[in-house]
Nanobody, 120 residues
Framework: QVQLVESGGGLVQAGGSLRLSCAASGSIFSINNMGWGRQAPGKQREFLARITSGGSTNYADSVKGRFTISRDGAKNTVYLEMNSLKPEDTAVYYC??????????????WGQGTQVTVSS
C-alpha cells in the first residue's frame, strides 16, 4: 500500500503565497512522475504541474510563472510553491504520483486533497 498525504493548504489573501507538500509513504520501490492538480467547486479537476524523477517540469499555462514544483527524492515528497495567488486559485489541491512498489507493480496514487482559499 502507498499513501500520499498533502499539507500546507489554508486561507491567504490575494497576492500572497503558500507552499504545499505531499509526502508518499508505504511499500515504495521508486517514484516516477509526481504532480499537482486542483478542483474548484463545480469544475473538473485540472492539471497544474508535473515533475519527473529526473527533475524535468511542465506547467499549466494558468500557473506558469507563479507556481513552482519541486521534489525531494530522499523524502519521497513533492512541493508546490504558489506565489501571487488569486481568488480564482481557490480549490482543493491534490498531488499524485506514479509509484513502483516493492512488488514491482506501478500504479498512480492520489492524495486526499488540501483546501486552498484565496480571499480578495
Amino acid at each position: 500500500q502507498v499513501q500520499l498525504v498533502e499539507s500546507g493548504g489554508g486561507l491567504v489573501q490575494a497576492g500572497g503565497s503558500l507552499r504545499l507538500s505531499c509526502a508518499a509513504s508505504g511499500s515504495i520501490f521508486s517514484i516516477n512522475n509526481m504532480g499537482w492538480g486542483r478542483q474548484a467547486p463545480g469544475k473538473q479537476r485540472e492539471f497544474l504541474a508535473r515533475i519527473t524523477s529526473g527533475g524535468s517540469t511542465n506547467y499549466a499555462d494558468s500557473v506558469k510563472g507563479r507556481f513552482t514544483i519541486s521534489r525531494d527524492g530522499a523524502k519521497n515528497t513533492v512541493y508546490l510553491e504558489m506565489n501571487s495567488l488569486k481568488p480564482e486559485d481557490t480549490a482543493v489541491y491534490y498531488c499524485d504520483a506514479y509509484v513502483t512498489s516493492v512488488a514491482r507493480s506501478t500504479n498512480r496514487y492520489w492524495g486526499q486533497g488540501t483546501q486552498v482559499t484565496v480571499s480578495s
